[in-house]
Nanobody, 123 residues
Framework: EVQLVESGGGLVQAGGSLRLSCAASGFTFDDYAIGWFRQAPGKEREGVSCISSSDGSTYYADSVKGRFTISSDNAKNTVYLQMNSLKPEDTAVYYC????????????????WGQGTQVTVSS
């Protein structure tokens, strides 16, 4: 069974940091790209950062470049999103998703999704 489980969300003040984790199981990790997406109320789901587990190539949305870092630990089938210098506009539910043999960071292209973890950044 393909499963993605996010963790690490919470409440943090502006300027603070959080590290999200996405633990994947049920598939060959190297065959998938893993993406982090977020959705705030009334807004479209957007790609935040994506990584290919096979070659480590990464993508970042312009809004998070220089603040967020995506990384993977293939031995643990886990992808992380280190979020620094958080802003109130980063507040959203963050989802981990997997894409089979792809390099997209568009949410509609992804095949499997986790349940989401809430990130709230207070001003």
């Amino acid at each position: 069974e393909v499963q993605l489980v996010e963790s690490g969300g919470g409440l943090v003040q502006a300027g603070g940091s959080l590290r999200l984790s996405c633990a994947a199981s049920g598939f060959t990790f190297d065959d998938y790209a893993i993406g982090w997406f977020r959705q705030a109320p009334g807004k479209e789901r957007e790609g935040v950062s994506c990584i290919s587990s096979s070659d480590g190539s990464t993508y970042y949305a312009d809004s998070v470049k220089g603040r967020f870092t995506i990384s993977s630990d293939n031995a643990k089938n886990t992808v992380y999103l280190q979020m620094n210098s958080l802003k109130p506009e980063d507040t959203a539910v963050y989802y981990c998703a997997a894409l089979w043999y792809g390099s997209s960071c568009r949410w509609a292209d992804y095949d499997y999704w986790g349940q989401g973890t809430q990130v709230t950044v207070s001003s």
